[in-house]
């Protein structure tokens, strides 16, 4: 979709928060907030408005330390467990990926690779340099790190892929002893790992990477 | 107040009526403003009832079927996540549970009933409780990696045994279409200016 820019500056640009307003994080209603520190509640639709997401860094580390965590066994432990004419296969998501190049389904070997190894270590890697650069500073392009949070946020689900595969996997090839297959040990902890992940993106909050700059009219395009 | 602030850098906009299938973007970093334009609430509408009968389909019917030794198995999305759970995987099984069927029924529901509620001017206050559970829910509904995990299992099955498509596969496909389209096209702000504030 082709969606016209439509640029509305304020002249001289001004931030909400120096002005004693706060978007509502629900339905982005601007308000006015005094210096209570009670949280005060959008007239709109009620939720708590809050000038910035409280605590965003530390819980945005937690949950990406633990996503890191998580990640270890997630790629060390089998995820699927094949039995075939009485032979069980335990396959990590690697060995799931080169059983897939070497059926010569190329294609999606790269699919699951990417969503499934990549994806995960891209994901934590990105969110734990925004919380750097958000905590200590730096000359790092504001615009494109608001650009990286967005693509994120857009990529992050695509990490849960493997565990609908081995769902369906799991689902139909029920056997007994002829073909049948089991989610192996590594199942939780991928799925954790996903899900850590998409909840440290949510609970960063990326205004925080522009606070500590000064607003200059080069900065506004 | 006529002002709007970036949802990512805080950054205070003016805020107009938009002509219809335009979008405002933050001068300073760029990300889509809350600030609604002109549109046409019926085709949301529409295309949300068409979502719910996708889902309806793609979850009663098979994603797909095997045949070996004289039997004949197949799986629907529900069932799936049942297996995992009997399998001993209760965390997958959730997460399938949550994404595959869950979240997209309560996401297109929730709209429906937002849409529905906002399709006057002065829509009712309690319309900001489907609008809120709509925009939470969008997150966690995933038809399309959904379809993709479905695709992967048909190619690693087709290796092992020989599978068939089922209709829930078709099903989510049309899902994903139509629920990509709302996704890109619901105007959140829009629904949101109609509903009136607290005196």
């Known amino acids: ?25 629900a339905c982005a209603l601007l308000l006015r907030v005094g210096e209570r ?41 089998p995820v699927l467990v094949t039995t075939s004419v009485g032979r069980v296969y335990p396959d990590t998501i690697l060995q799931g990926v080169l059983d897939l190049c070497r059926s010569g389904s190329w294609a999606i070997a790269l699919i699951v690779l990417v969503a499934s190894v990549m994806v995960p270590l891209g994901k934590i890697g990105t969110l734990a340099g925004l919380v750097w650069l958000a905590a200590h500073g730096g000359s790092a392009d504001r615009r494109q790190c608001t650009r990286l949070l967005r693509l994120v946020e857009f990529i992050g689900r695509w990490s849960i892929l493997d565990v609908f595969v081995d769902a369906f996997v799991v689902g139909l090839l029920q056997f007994g002893p002829w073909i049948s297959a089991r989610p192996g040990p590594g199942v939780p902890f991928f799925a954790a790992t996903a899900v850590l992940t998409m909840l440290a993106a949510s609970a960063f909050d990326a205004r925080l990477l522009w606070d500590a700059r000064r607003v200059e009219h080069a900065d506004v395009r | ?167 829930g596969m078709g099903a989510i496909g049309v899902l994903v279409l139509l629920i990509a389209w709302l996704n890109a096209s619901v105007d959140w702000a829009a629904l949101w200016s109609r509903v009136p504030c607290k005196q």
Not at chain 2, 1 to 13: F, G, I, S, W, Y
Not at chain 2, 46 to 55: Q, S
Request: with cysteine; glycine share 4%.
């Open chain 2, 1 to 167: 107040m006529d002002a709007v602030a970036c949802p990512r850098c805080d950054l205070l906009h003016a805020s107009t009526r938009l002509p219809a299938g335009a979008s405002a973007h933050c001068a300073r970093c760029g990300n889509a403003l809350p600030i609604p334009a002109r549109h046409e609430q019926a085709a949301w509408i529409a295309a949300t009832l068409a979502a719910l009968i996708a889902f309806a389909v793609a979850s009663a019917e098979p994603m797909m079927g095997l045949s070996e030794l004289g039997f004949h198995w197949s799986l629907t999305l529900p069932q799936s996540a049942a297996m995992m759970w009997l399998e001993g995987s209760e965390t997958a099984a959730v997460l399938v549970a949550v994404c595959a069927m869950a979240a997209p029924a309560g996401y297109l529901l929730a709209l429906l009933v937002a849409l529905l509620a906002t399709r006057s001017a002065a829509a009712p206050r309690w319309s900001a409780t489907p609008i809120r559970w709509a925009f939470a829910l969008r997150r966690w509904a995933m038809p399309e990696v959904v379809l993709l995990g479905v695709l992967i299992a048909y190619v690693k099955i087709g290796e092992l045994t020989d599978a068939s498509p089922g209709t």
């Open chain 1, 1 to 25: 979709m082709v969606a016209r820019s439509v640029q509305a500056v304020t002249a001289p640009p001004a931030i909400a928060a120096e002005q004693g307003l706060a978007a509502c994080h």
């Open chain 1, 37 to 77: 520190a009670a949280a005060p509640r959008c007239a709109r639709c009620g939720a708590n408005v809050r000038v910035r997401l409280p605590q965003s860094l530390q819980r945005t580390s937690a949950l990406l330390v633990a996503a890191a965590v998580c990640y270890v066994p997630a790629n060390v432990l």
